[in-house]
């Protein structure tokens, strides 16, 4: 009896420390979080625990906080679609590599992870600014008379969260593309398709699920990213991370800078849940 006892509760003990941690350092936080953005604060008293809707009245109601969020979301989709034009035909032209070239190339793609998004951020800094290498390159060969404006500006943004976050679409189409049949593509040759056609309909529609998955995060971290906006877009460029860093930090208005968060996080719920939902009954029989 009391060894199908232990069986039975093999897997809730096993899953135990993991859920104890993720409820401890994960759950309870956001849930802190999201109870300080009801509190009062007031300049000279501070934080009031006292519950109140002034402060998510404010980021509702107030063009300041709209504009942030908008500039939030429009530099997550602008990488995002850039991450999968130029992530996934990279991933199909790594998958039908040699396995050595495969492994060596692979290696390139995984390489800037293991680098500090802050130092591949600053040196960015150095290559976009007015007198940087992009700059004077253009400048040697006569495209540009004037330096373009990079640095604190959305395009500069987008470019290096392209750069830091490309990585992790290529792994998800990659992860998805060795999960398909190689002689499918020469069954579509045989039968007469092009190459843009077994592209569009053969190959294409089986690695949504890799596309989705790596649209996600990049879509999530692209839009909750600090380091990179903060360095490159400045003080002049705010978006919601930083936000609700000056929040937190300069002004010391944490239930405001909690409201910002907590906007941020349901959010990102609310689009990467929808689009999942919407691509997954288009593509219903993929998914199955």
Not at 12 to 35: C, D, E, K, R, Y
Not at 82 to 88: C, D, K, P, Q
Not at 119 to 143: D, H, K, P
Not at 267 to 283: D, P
Request: zero cysteines.
């Amino acid at each position: 009896m009391s060894v199908a006892v232990t069986e039975r509760n093999a897997p809730f003990l096993l899953t135990g420390p993991a859920l104890l941690v993720f409820l401890g350092l994960v759950i309870i936080p956001l849930g802190m979080t999201v109870l300080l953005s009801f509190y009062d604060w007031g300049q000279y008293k501070g934080i009031v625990p006292e519950f109140t809707l002034k402060n998510w009245i404010e980021v509702f109601t107030d063009s300041y906080f709209f504009e942030i969020f908008m500039r939030t979301f429009r530099i997550a989709i602008l990488v995002t679609l850039a991450s999968i034009l130029i992530g996934v035909p990279e991933a199909y032209i790594l998958n039908r590599m040699a396995p050595v070239w495969r492994s060596a190339f692979l290696l390139v793609v995984i390489g800037p992870l293991l680098v500090s998004v802050v130092a591949r951020t600053l040196g960015w800094a150095l290559l976009l600014g007015s007198t940087g290498l992009v700059n004077q390159g253009l400048i040697a060969l006569g495209l540009i008379t004037t330096p373009l404006e990079f640095m604190f500006t959305e395009t500069g943004v987008v470019i290096v969260l392209i750069h830091v976050l490309i990585p992790f679409m290529i792994l998800a189409v990659w992860a998805s593309l060795q999960r398909l049949d190689p002689q499918i593509e020469n069954a579509a040759l045989s039968l007469g398709a092009s190459r843009l056609t077994i592209w569009r309909r053969v190959i294409l529609p089986q690695i949504v699920p890799g596309i989705l998955s790596g649209s996600i995060i990049v879509f999530s971290l692209a839009a909750s990213a600090f380091a990179s906006p903060a360095i490159i877009g400045g003080r002049r460029l705010k978006v919601a991370a930083t936000l609700a860093y000056d929040e937190f930090l300069n002004t010391l208005n944490w239930p405001l800078g909690a409201a910002v968060a907590s906007l941020l996080l349901l959010a990102l719920v609310l689009i990467t849940v929808g689009s999942n939902r919407l691509i997954e009954r288009r593509y219903a029989q993929v998914f199955e």
